[in-house]
């Protein structure tokens, strides 16, 4: 039995070693099922277990998941961008992906998807596989409720929009594909179309009249206006397309309507998808405060 060689692996596996690696280090099946029965070795998922001395962590449980799966498994979703670095808690669920043919078994507290991904979509960090950051960051998004501020964090900080839209066409077709589809539309409009359709179907399902779209306002253009109460609507879309020339456009044109007397209103793409009745609320006190 090589002893350095297994310290050398419970470091890098979070205190985690799995039946095969045990046997393949020269630890006899007797020895492993001894250590299991007296509590030395802790069994987290079936032939996957934690060796005394080695606190359970998050890492240790997202981790145990690939050792059970196997190398040709790919942890996916919101665990892999806690793997990534892209969100800040590791979720109580751990999602999967195994290939087509492959049949793992179901457990309460791990989602098993069976797909072949291509090999672009997988990579190695820290010695487990995990989906690459775009096909991460579209999967995590449509699974979190907050999956369009997630995605809009993930394309500021993380990974470039083509490569999102990419890793989206060689996905397409696998579930939940139709939903990142709507969400890569919205990422990739700018806040004059997307976000502001949105804003007029919800003063439309509120029954709010007298607006106009796109009212001339000097060299600028406001989003929506109701002009007979002086109320300015300016919607902004997804933080990654502020550019510094638009930003700046942007403040300038609401100096303008300041300066001529109009009450002016900002609302993002979050708060349209997130918060649509306080948008709704919003509008309508502006309006009974100028009746």
Known sequence: MNDTAIHDLLSRQDGLI?????????????????RVRGGAWERLLPRVYLVGGHPPTDASRV??????????????????????????????EVIVTVPRRRNPGARSDVQIRRRDLHPVDRMSV?????????????????????GSVFLDRALQRHVRFSRVYSA??????????????????????????AAERLLIELLRGAGITGWVH???????????????????????GWAWHADAERFRSDRHKGNALVR???DLLRFTWHDLTLRPAYVVA??????????
């Open 260 to 262: 001529g007397r109009w």
């Open 282 to 291: 919003e509008i309508r006190a502006a309006l009974a405060v100028a009746a």
């Open 18 to 34: 799995s039946h095969a690696q045990a046997l393949a280090h020269g630890v006899s099946e007797s020895t492993v099922q001894r």
């Open 168 to 193: 989206y066409c060689r996905n397409m077709g696998s579930a939940g594909s139709a939903a990142a589809g709507r969400l890569l539309v919205a990422a990739a409009d700018r806040a004059d179309s």
């Open 214 to 236: 796109g009212l001339p306002f000097g060299r600028w253009v406001v989003d929506l206006a109701f002009p007979v109460a002086r109320l300015a609507i300016e919607v902004d």
């Open 63 to 92: 981790r145990a998941v690939g050792l059970w799966v196997g190398d040709d498994a790919t942890v996916s979703g919101p665990a892999a961008a806690w793997w990534h670095g892209m969100r800040a808690t590791a979720p109580a």
């Open 126 to 146: 820290r010695h487990l596989w995990v989906t690459d950051k775009p096909l991460t960051a579209l999967e995590t998004a449509i699974a979190v409720p907050d």
